[in-house]
């Protein structure tokens, strides 16, 4: 999306977009949720705006957390039958979880307030298309753009535990708060 944006909406007037660079930005605002933003710029009240927010099936986002954790600090010894329960480890040693995610990015009462649209990463296209038109022409991206990978991990994880992650559902009994957002955004698993 920041990529799209970047290459055919950057000099749009009255759209403004965060830099997304930890050089020029070491506080990464980029990665601020709705309350992060607020608290961070009392400027800033979301109010009765539209919120998009990216999301993918948890298995799939699971995985790419874990090949991105993994390639950030090879040094920890990452276990991928974490993954089976909704948790991973992140730089400097901490076991996290998926739920705590959504919870951060998807609070319950962001989500109660109506305002929140996502864009599926498995309908990547339709979704940019639909969401975004309204606001942007989406018509000058060429289509072979929606199918670009962008910041890709190289895969680190057995197969069998991707396997165990895309067959099995018991992942989202560790997730419940991932699985009720995914269900509003997909409907039922």
């Given at each position: 999306?920041?990529?799209?944006?970047?290459?055919?909406?950057?000099?749009?007037?009255?759209?403004?977009?965060?830099?997304?660079?930890?050089?020029?930005?070491?506080?990464?605002?980029?990665?601020?949720?709705?309350?992060?933003?607020?608290?961070r710029n009392p400027a800033f009240v979301l109010g009765e705006r539209t919120v998009i927010c990216s999301i993918r099936r948890l298995p799939s986002w699971l995985a790419s957390r874990y090949n991105f954790e993994y390639e950030r600090s090879p040094q920890l010894p990452h276990n991928p039958e974490l993954l089976l329960e909704g948790r991973f480890l992140e730089r400097g040693g901490l076991v996290n979880h998926a739920d705590r995610y959504i919870r951060k990015f998807l609070p319950r009462p962001l989500l109660r307030g109506g305002n929140v649209r996502f864009l599926r990463t498995e309908h990547f296209?339709?979704?940019?298309?639909?969401?975004?038109?309204?606001?942007?022409?989406?018509?000058?991206?060429?289509?072979e753009e929606?199918?670009?990978?962008?910041?890709?991990?190289?895969?680190?994880?057995?197969?069998?535990?991707?396997?165990?992650?895309?067959?099995?559902r018991d992942?989202?009994?560790?997730?419940p708060e991932w699985r009720s957002v995914e269900e509003l955004a997909y409907g039922s698993l």
């Amino acid at each position: 999306i920041e990529k799209l944006f970047k290459r055919y909406f950057a000099d749009l007037p009255g759209l403004f977009q965060d830099s997304i660079d930890p050089r020029t930005d070491t506080a990464r605002v980029w990665h601020d949720s709705v309350a992060d933003r607020e608290a961070r710029n009392p400027a800033f009240v979301l109010g009765e705006r539209t919120v998009i927010c990216s999301i993918r099936r948890l298995p799939s986002w699971l995985a790419s957390r874990y090949n991105f954790e993994y390639e950030r600090s090879p040094q920890l010894p990452h276990n991928p039958e974490l993954l089976l329960e909704g948790r991973f480890l992140e730089r400097g040693g901490l076991v996290n979880h998926a739920d705590r995610y959504i919870r951060k990015f998807l609070p319950r009462p962001l989500l109660r307030g109506g305002n929140v649209r996502f864009l599926r990463t498995e309908h990547f296209e339709r979704d940019f298309v639909e969401m975004f038109g309204t606001y942007v022409d989406v018509s000058v991206i060429p289509r072979e753009e929606f199918a670009r990978k962008a910041n890709a991990s190289r895969n680190h994880l057995p197969a069998e535990i991707v396997d165990r992650l895309q067959s099995s559902r018991d992942v989202y009994g560790k997730c419940p708060e991932w699985r009720s957002v995914e269900e509003l955004a997909y409907g039922s698993l």
